[in-house]
């Protein structure tokens, strides 16, 4: 017996690579329903085809969204079911969806996850670094200093953080991160998880950066970045505390930047001066 109901909203995890990672469920699911919303219908259909799913598909993405939202929220009120994909993970995790579950949930549709892969989820279960507590960033900025700018901000999160970046942008992503983050920082790079050429590396920024530079077999496929977040301990306060000294000495006399790198950071100043040169 189907578990389908009429008239409410799946919203439907798919594979992030390997076809098979799907449950049982969301087949049912995407065999059930009326209509299934994804991005791109070519790039979903092969997927559907593997698992024998025929039904039709309709295109939801950033370019259409009003319009077809507005026709699916009718559909849903009107008593149809619907499934919505994206085109790999799960749906509105940097994807299309948001505005579709909005507007269903304001037109008192019912919404229900049908949980799954999650290339951010996946990616921190073995990047070894913690897990208790992270934060996901989704895309840096495309251009170089927008990018340094956001890390800036996030530099003192004491949480892992985790991005999705394209494989052209990912060497400057890396070298960005290692000269705002710092070179010691632990980092990891997960790419083309559960395909053929999954790789998982982990090395301090400095040398993941320049790993990942001279090997363009690493600037090709979907990627997953993860740093570790700034620790609270002294040891930490006081690296940080040096790094911000050195940048800010090449502009101001020795006594203000150390002062004002002991404000920001909370090292000491006898510290950041006993590690200068």
């Not at 040096?242 to 000491?268: C, Y």
Request: proline share 5%; with cysteine.
């Amino acid at each position: 017996m189907s578990q389908v109901q009429p008239g409410c909203l799946w919203v439907v995890a798919t594979p992030i690579g390997h076809r098979d990672d799907i449950s049982a469920r969301a087949v049912e699911i995407l065999r059930a329903v009326a209509v299934i919303a994804c991005e791109d219908t070519r790039h979903s259909r092969p997927l559907l085809v593997h698992h024998n799913i025929g039904t039709p598909l309709t295109a939801l993405h950033e370019h259409n969204e009003r319009e077809a939202v507005d026709a699916l929220v009718r559909r849903l009120q009107g008593g149809e079911s619907v499934a919505l994909i994206s085109d790999a993970g799960t749906p509105l995790v940097s994807d299309p969806g948001f505005r579709l579950v909005r507007a269903a949930r304001a037109a008192g549709v019912r919404c229900t996850p049908v949980p799954g892969a999650c290339a951010a989820i996946a990616a921190l279960s073995v990047a070894g670094l913690p897990s208790d507590r992270f934060v996901f960033e989704g895309f840096l900025p495309p251009k170089s200093a927008a990018r340094r700018a956001r890390l800036q901000e996030l530099a003192g999160e004491g949480r892992t953080l985790i991005f999705y970046e394209s494989s052209h942008r990912v060497a400057e992503s890396l070298a960005d991160m290692r000269d705002v983050l710092g070179e010691a920082r632990e980092a990891v790079l997960a790419r083309e998880l559960t395909k053929l050429f999954e790789t998982v590396l982990g090395e301090p920024l400095a040398a993941l950066a320049a790993r990942v530079a001279t090997d363009p077999d690493q600037q090709r496929g979907e990627c997953v970045l993860l740093v570790h977040g700034r620790g609270d301990d002294a040891d930490a306060r006081v690296a940080e505390g040096r790094r911000v000294f050195a940048i800010l000495r090449e502009e101001m006399p020795p006594t203000r930047a150390a002062k004002l790198a002991a404000s920001i950071t909370g090292a000491s100043r006898r510290a950041l001066y006993e590690g200068g040169d």
